[in-house]
């Protein structure tokens, strides 16, 4: 109505900012998942360009050929495998995540500026870094099995275990990633959040419940160990993987507990849902911190 | 034309936006000026829907887009397809080429087979740096890709910040040229710049913020007999010394 009265005092003017030839309004607007589709595809393209990329499968290619040459059996291979998987995947998931979207801020920039909402430039946008980084893992850890042969079937399953608890906590950290990095402008400050992250979840955490056990060793401390074991995606995938191996030494305090709880099916069913879990919590955060991101 | 409503945009302790009221007069080119931390960044995320307003509306031909009022969920983002964005700095993915640039956002906008307009890309002479990684151009070759990708899809609104920083003069001055001919068809223009020669060739209208609130907008015309001063420069730095005293430009727009 505005634009109405407008047109009579300013005659030279268009009444309507929309009243000029243009083909954008007219072009049926794309569906959310057809943009997720697109910048997914985009970052997939993007990141199959990237050293980083390239030199992280060329590590585990390297680190699995090098264990199963020299490691003796495929076996003993994938045990060492599995103290790697642990210790790489949340750090390279974290620094490589937080990194790469400090990066590429002005670039999201002008991608919110076009007719796209947020919750499927989010859903491109993780899907585009987790993907990509997980099928690096899986493809440098597969390829040298595949050439050097994988001995039994349970092997298989291991491997198969192996790589679904890579492609999981890649998933994970590359969420917890995405929520740093929106949440912080700063990227060194970011950076470093990442880091702590990772050493408190990865090497403090361990060792903090045995100092805590060790504590309180007259109490039955069992059943609060195997709560904080559920609350930390790499004991939890240490667990599952080691539940492979009947090796309840190498699991840290919180998995030889966890396998003392639990027989091997329903241990491993109530881990991967502990997983699935922590899966869901990081990117639902991390969606609803982009959604309401002022940039 | 854009009716922005009693915008209000707090960062932390810092009320960057305290009621912005402005409209934006549909086929001119409206200046948005002050002095740094007035809000003019702020107001422009707003409008492009990249910051989030506390409270108050931002109307576009009548209807709601933003704030109060406007639609929510997939409908919310519809509006966008008719502003076409130029920021200051262009930073794009360094393996990408300018023509998957183009085509990327082309999909992302739903861009039918319509007519692009590719004048500036012709201008500027860029057919030969089309397919090159764009991290082995020049920062002034990606401003130019920059301003090419704003006018590509014909939009109704241009939204143009610091547009000329970076471009050498002959660039700037196609640039300039290409605002004036939109202009003159019919687009309507928001302009950020910090080059008073800019605007003095190119605004039509002044919208001028203070500490996150408008303290004057107007024509030209009207700045000038406000003023008392005929060059555009001068006027605005009359606006900038009298600033503190609030409210009289404003009325005088009004």
Request: glycine fraction near 12%.
């Amino acid at each position: 109505m505005t634009a109405l009265s407008l047109s009579t005092t300013s005659a030279a003017t268009s009444a309507a900012i929309s009243d000029v030839p243009s083909d954008s309004p007219s072009a049926a607007p794309p569906t959310p998942g057809t943009v997720a589709a697109q910048v997914l595809r985009h970052g997939v393209r993007n990141l199959a360009h990237s050293r980083w990329l390239l030199g992280y499968a060329l590590f585990f290619l390297l680190v699995t050929d090098a264990l199963l040459r020299f490691g003796g059996g495929g076996g003993r291979a994938l045990l060492s495998l599995v103290n790697v998987v642990l210790f790489v995947i949340p750090l390279v998931g974290l620094v490589f995540g937080t990194t790469y979207l400090h990066d590429t801020r002005e670039f999201t920039e002008l991608l919110l500026a076009q007719p796209v909402g947020r919750g499927a430039l989010f859903a491109g946008l993780y899907l585009g870094l987790a993907l990509p980084l997980a099928l690096a893992f899986v493809v440098g850890v597969g390829l040298p099995f595949a050439w050097h042969g994988v001995g039994a079937a349970g092997e298989l399953v291991t491997l198969g275990v192996l790589a679904g608890c890579g492609a999981a906590l890649t998933g994970i950290f590359v969420a917890l990633a995405f929520l740093i990095a929106v949440r912080s402008e700063d990227k060194v400050r970011g950076l470093g959040l990442a880091v702590g992250v990772w050493l408190a979840l990865a090497l403090l955490y361990d060792g903090l419940v045995l100092l805590g056990v060790a504590l309180f060793a007259d109490h039955p401390v069992e059943r609060p160990v195997l709560g904080l074991m559920l609350a930390n995606p790499i004991d939890l995938a240490r667990v599952l993987l080691l539940l492979r191996f009947d090796s309840g030494a190498l699991m840290g305090y919180t998995g030889a507990v966890f396998t003392r709880f639990f027989d091997g099916t329903l241990g491993a069913a109530l881990a991967a849902g502990a997983l699935a879990v922590w899966l869901a919590v990081p990117v639902a955060l991390g969606a609803r911190a982009f959604r309401t991101k002022d940039f | 034309m854009i009716e922005i409503r009693s915008l209000t945009k707090r960062f932390g302790p810092v009320d960057v936006l305290r009621g912005v009221d402005l409209t934006i007069r549909p086929g001119r080119v409206t200046a948005v000026v002050g002095p740094n931390g007035a809000g003019k960044t702020t107001l422009i995320k707003a409008i492009l829907g990249l910051a989030r307003p506390d409270g108050g509306a931002i109307l576009l031909d009548g209807a709601p887009v933003v704030g109060d009022g406007a639609p929510r969920g997939d409908a919310a983002v519809a509006y966008r397809a008719r502003i076409g964005y130029m920021p200051q700095i262009a930073r794009f993915p360094e393996q990408l080429s300018a023509r998957a640039l183009f085509a990327f956002v082309a999909e992302l906008r739903g861009a039918g087979a319509g007519a692009r307009d590719d004048e500036l890309l012709e201008r500027f002479d860029l057919a030969a740096h089309l397919d090159k990684p764009l991290r082995a151009l020049s920062g002034g070759t990606r401003q130019k890709i920059n301003a090419v990708l704003a006018f590509r899809f014909r939009p109704a609104l241009l939204v143009l910040d610091e547009p000329t920083a970076g471009l050498d003069p002959l660039s700037s001055a196609i640039l300039k040229d290409k605002v004036s001919a939109e202009r003159a068809a019919g687009r309507t223009f928001i302009l950020t710049s910090h080059v008073m020669s800019e605007l003095e060739e190119l605004a039509d209208d002044v919208a001028f913020l203070v500490e996150g609130r408008v303290a004057f907008a107007g024509s030209r015309e009207q700045l000038q007999t406000l003023t008392g001063q005929a060059r555009l420069e001068r006027a605005i730095a009359h606006l900038m010394l009298r600033a503190p005293i609030r409210g009289a430009g404003a009325e005088a727009a009004a």
